[in-house]
């Protein structure tokens, strides 16, 4: 007679849908590209932020004139007012407060402190290279900040020599009579003939009639 075997059961296990399956990591997972561009803009905002306080402390140590003529060079070479200005305007503005720039310095100004007109996307490029130096635009803070430096560092003496050639129309090498008349009528001061003979004369130390550019420095630095 056969004999019947009975074999043992095992319990029934439970579905598990993610066994034999590498762990998911896409949710935390961020492109190099998209990383690299947030860590370029938050390096431009340190860096921003940073002009912003630098700036601000070299503005204080102006005069409010001189921090007027500041922000009236860059409002005025700032063409489009979005408060950028690119290499062409930011040539003419510093020259108009008194810094003739050669190019090499302005494209290393630029290049240390510009940002693109548009900033790039580097998920979308990942491979597109960086605007000139020319093709970058410099804030206004970081502009303030520079010229404020470049202003407390100037010598005292060049800035009364602008000032001369103020006074001295056509470039002769002195400021007569005719040229206190004429910045006296620009400034709105009625001041008479005989009130500005006697300051010429007061000046004149080689009784020349005129001032010279020695004299007026002396002048100034009393």
Known sequence: ??????????????????????????????????????????????????????????????????????????????????KRVDYHELKVAMKALGFDVPKAELVAIL????????????????????AHPTRLLLPLPAFQHLLAQRILARDPRDEILRAFELFDEGGKGKIDLADLRRVARELGEGLGEEELAAMIDEFDLDGDGAIDREEFVGICLQ
């Open 1 to 82: 007679m056969a004999s019947s075997s009975t074999h043992p059961t095992f319990p029934p296990r439970p579905y598990n849908p993610t066994l034999g399956k590498l762990p998911d990591r896409s949710a935390g997972f961020v492109p190099p590209s998209t990383a690299q561009a947030r860590e370029a803009a938050r390096q431009e905002r340190q860096e921003r932020e940073r002009l912003e306080r630098e700036g601000q402390d070299a503005m204080g140590q102006l005069s409010e004139e001189q921090r007027e003529e500041i922000n009236e060079a860059f409002g005025l070479f700032d063409l489009d007012k979005d």
């Open 111 to 130: 290049r240390e402190h510009g940002i693109p007109a548009q900033p790039p996307n580097p998920a979308a490029h990942p491979s597109a290279p960086t």
